[in-house]
């Protein structure tokens, strides 16, 4: 019981007012010793407000805090509009208002879905600015830390990250919080961008939570319900009603029984030498009284505890006043009983006290939660940030098993390899790239060049890392490049351009993009770059056509790029007409034949084509393209 005594707030005065009006039930205490109220009278709307957390058997809650001046004009608004729905609500209140502050991120329209159904969740940032330090460095000093999120345990969970190197842009993280929130994040250097940088912390650390909303309530004060917003407001305002009725009535009854009271003083002053007279000569006084002036027995006994002072002529007249004070308040009430509309304009004015003495502008009322967007950066941009950029060498073996060596090596002619395995490719990457692989039944797969294992021993199998088809080589293997066209033909020599950027795979089963036949295979995948293709097939005739007769597509099986009797595709190569073809030898020399001079060779997509010039390498290869990477001579 010691502990049960405290200075009521603001807040508490307005809840707890009208409970010694009768204005709710009461019941008895756990020990039997006293009563308690089973509900409050809730002048202030303390569950959306304050907000609640609560585990029961099988069920929960959880409602964040709210804004108590967004949540009066809400309610404001029911009362005008009943038929009011939950989206012009939310515009009243836009979502929680946090006592921590923050930066609320929640899409606008997952706001209002959970408003509607009662159940959500709101994601909430911390709040930051960048701090210039001199000669180009910065720090970044947050401020406000979301709601519930402990600030040592925050703090040590971003130096673990540090430690254990997940946040490669940050170096260090200090605490300079006195009795505001101040944490200083220090960048690992000046290049570093800010955005990307705690977009980065958002997505490890709790800089960024999630506060999730079920609002399951107890409706009709029983009745356990998962409830919308104006269902929540609807239930105040309804128990509002319901408070002002029955303070209504009490009041009532108070009045009722003064007026009783003072019409006997009344009666007693008119009569005052008589009720004297009786008072003084009568054994029992009070029936006597009762009997000579037909009094009612509070009357009686109100007449005989009345003080010899207050028969002074001026009392009578404050109690004449009071009297017709009371009277005239008896009407107003009873008027207000027998009035609804009334009513709601009683419990407006007062919900309008309410938002009174906790607007916008005061101190306690002020909103503290801001709302923002999710930045720019997005989540390719974050884990390239977060990987250090380093240069690799990629090398590819021919059955299949791919390794990382640290560094650009010059040539690939030192490159051990398991028996009866050598070099199938090896090119020069960053391991902030990706490694894109197009196998032979025209799917590409997608690799972190960060992945990939280390160049100390003979690295994995492609297969161990992404799902690639059985028996099947690789066509092409190269770094990715987003604004990159590539063309693709299959063994019989149909193809087509795909924007390089749509061949990207988020899963280990690739992107089909080629389809073969039965029993064919992905032959091809150059870059789609110049104005002609040249395609060599393998009876060596060489077919030269204009590169936009090769449509654009996504996936398909394309359109024929070259006429066959016998055999298909041997090699392909785009140019641009104003550089001409170039094709190298087995000796490495270099040959440039200009449009002009391959006027023989030029013709229409999906005609035979003609022999090839003489001098052109017995390989039957136009030689190493932008996509082949080192070869094992360099």
Not at 46 to 68: D, E, W
Not at 135 to 155: A, D, F, M, N
Not at 171 to 184: F, G, P, T
């Amino acid at each position: 019981m010691r502990y049960t005594e405290a200075r009521l707030t603001e807040v508490a005065k307005i809840i707890l007012d009208g409970l010694d009006e009768d204005a709710v039930d009461f019941r008895e205490t756990y020990d039997g010793e006293d009563r308690e109220p089973i509900v409050l009278p809730g002048g202030f709307p303390n569950l959306l407000a304050n907000g609640s957390q609560g585990i029961a058997v099988g069920m929960a809650t959880s409602i964040p805090p709210h804004n108590a001046a967004e949540l009066c004009d809400a309610a404001l608004l029911l009362i005008e509009n009943p038929e009011v729905t939950t989206a012009e609500l939310v515009k009243h209140v836009p979502g929680p208002d946090f006592p921590t502050g923050g930066v609320i991120v929640e899409p606008k329209d997952q706001i209002l879905e959970a408003y509607e159904t009662g159940r959500g969740g709101f994601r909430v940032r911390a709040r930051w600015h960048k701090e210039d330090t001199g000669r180009g460095t910065y720090v970044v000093v947050v401020t406000e830390i979301p709601y519930l999120v402990q600030k040592s345990r925050l703090i040590e969970k971003i130096a673990d990250l540090i430690t254990e190197k997940k946040l490669p842009l940050l170096a260090d993280v200090r605490d300079e919080s006195a009795e505001d929130v101040r944490i200083v994040l220090e960048p690992r250097s000046r290049t570093v961008d800010a955005d990307i940088l705690m977009a980065s912390l958002f997505r490890l650390s709790d800089l960024e939570s999630r506060i999730s909303l079920n609002m399951n309530v107890l409706t009709q004060g029983r009745v356990p319900n998962v409830i919308g917003l104006k269902q929540a407001l609807r239930e105040w305002l309804d128990h509002l009603r319901v408070v002002l009725m029955r303070r209504t009535a009490h009041r009532l009854e108070q009045i009722a029984k003064r007026l009783d009271v003072l019409e006997g003083y009344l009666i007693a002053y008119l009569n005052l030498d008589e009720v004297i007279r009786i008072i003084r000569e009568e054994d029992e006084p009070k029936p006597a009284l009762i009997a000579a002036f037909k009094l009612t027995d509070t009357q009686a006994e109100a007449i005989l505890n009345m003080r010899l002072r207050s028969l002074r002529k001026l009392e009578e007249m404050e109690i004449r006043r009071e009297h017709k004070s009371l009277t005239g308040e008896q009407r107003d009430l009873k008027a207000l009983q027998g009035d609804e509309g009334l009513q709601w304009t009683r419990i407006s004015e007062q919900i309008a006290e309410v938002r009174g003495k906790f607007g916008p502008d005061t101190e306690l009322g002020k909103r503290r939660s801001a709302f923002g967007e999710i930045g720019e950066a997005d989540l390719v941009d974050i884990q390239e940030a977060m990987i250090e950029r380093e240069p690799i060498t990629v090398v590819l073996s021919q059955k299949g098993w791919i390794r990382a060596l640290k560094g650009h090596i010059a040539e690939a002619s030192g490159l051990q390899f398991k028996a009866e395995d050598g070099l199938a490719r090896a090119f020069h990457a960053q391991t902030t790239d990706k490694i894109i692989l197009f196998a032979e039944d025209g799917r590409f797969f997608t690799l972190a060049a960060d992945k990939l294992p280390g160049g100390r021993g003979m690295g994995e199998p492609v297969s161990i890392m992404v799902d690639f088809p059985e028996n099947a080589s690789v066509v092409a293997a190269f770094v990715h490049d987003p604004e990159r066209k590539l063309l693709v033909a299959s063994g019989e020599g149909r193809g087509f351009v795909v924007p390089e950027k749509d061949v990207v795979a988020m899963t280990r089963k690739g992107r089909q993009v080629l389809n073969v036949s039965a029993g064919g295979v992905a032959r091809l995948c150059v870059p789609a770059t110049g104005s002609h293709a040249a395609v060599l097939g393998e009876n060596r005739k060489l077919l030269v056509f204009a590169l936009d007769q090769v449509p654009e597509m996504g996936r398909g099986k394309g359109v024929r790029l070259q006429k066959y009797k016998d055999g298909g595709v041997a090699d392909l190569r785009c140019f641009e007409a104003s550089e001409g073809l170039t094709w190298t030898d087995s000796a490495g020399r270099a040959f440039t034949r200009s449009l002009e001079e391959l006027a023989d060779w030029t013709g229409e997509r999906a005609q035979a084509g003609r022999m090839v010039p003489s001098g052109f390498p017995r390989s039957n290869r136009f030689g190493a393209g932008p996509l082949d990477g080192l070869s094992a001579k360099g």
